[in-house]
Antibody, heavy 122, light 109 residues
Framework: QVTLKESGPALVKPTQTLTLTCTFS??????????VSWIRQPPGKALEWLAR???????FYSTSLKTRLTISKDTSKNQVVLTMTNMDPVDTATYYC??????????????WGQGTLVTVSS | SSELTQDPAVSVALGQTVRITCQGD??????ASWYQQKPGQAPVLVIY???NRPSGIPDRFSGSSSGNTASLTITGAQAEDEADYYC????????????FGGGTKLTVL
């Protein structure tokens, strides 16, 4: 059974760095083909893809947020960590992590965490 | 702005068929995946690849693609299908970056 769960602060101040942890079970990020993505959703708005890390430690970032994001993994703990620097109120959103699989050249997000709401406010 | 374009809202009568579309240059090369999101819940994968349904997704959900447009079709829409639907694919550069559509709010009348 695959599960993922996001954890991190519910409230951060502007200019601070956000650190979110995705703890998962039911698969290993050391297995070929496994990937984990981060996605966010501001209240009442659309989903936005943020970043992805692959089993071979390849990392990919949203072009618009690339300078602020860092993704990493701890395979022994079954965790993926996302950091976002210089937080701003517009970054207020629910942040999700999701297992990412591929079908040929296409990939999809087959299991999602419940999401964690992060509010940026002074 | 999103590289995948969806109609903001679509409605369908109970039991009828509805198609939700997603347009973007990357869809000429890659298939979209589709996600259903109900209020207060995480998205759920409903279609991936050419036309694949994860286990537990009813067979009234199907996917198709033509040119730069991907479509999600619900044949015989049910009240519980009322939700937001998002398409997702690789970005148009062909890199390993993801992109979501702006979402379509489906209302079942």
């Amino acid at each position: 059974q695959v599960t993922l769960k996001e954890s991190g602060p519910a409230l951060v101040k502007p200019t601070q760095t956000l650190t979110l942890t995705c703890t998962f079970s039911g698969f290993s990020l050391s297995t070929s083909g496994m990937r984990v993505s981060w996605i966010r959703q501001p209240p009442g708005k659309a989903l936005e893809w943020l970043a992805r890390i692959d089993w071979d430690d390849d990392k990919f970032y949203s072009t618009s947020l690339k300078t602020r994001l860092t993704i990493s993994k701890d395979t022994s703990k079954n965790q993926v960590v996302l950091t976002m620097t210089n937080m701003d109120p517009v970054d207020t959103a629910t942040y999700y992590c999701a297992r990412t699989m591929n079908s040929g050249y296409d990939w999809f997000l087959d299991y999602w965490g419940q999401g964690t709401l992060v509010t940026v406010s002074s | 702005s999103s590289e995948l374009t969806q109609d903001p809202a679509v409605s369908v009568a109970l039991g009828q068929t509805v198609r939700i579309t997603c347009q973007g240059d990357s869809l000429r090369s890659y298939y979209a995946s589709w996600y259903q999101q109900k209020p207060g819940q995480a998205p759920v994968l409903v279609i991936y690849g050419k036309n694949n349904r994860p286990s537990g997704i009813p067979d009234r959900f199907s996917g198709s693609s033509s040119g730069n447009t991907a479509s999600l079709t619900i044949t015989g829409a049910q009240a519980e299908d009322e939700a937001d639907y998002y398409c997702n694919s690789r970005d148009s550069s062909g890199n390993h970056l993801g992109v979501f559509g702006g979402g379509t709010k489906l209302t079942v009348l």
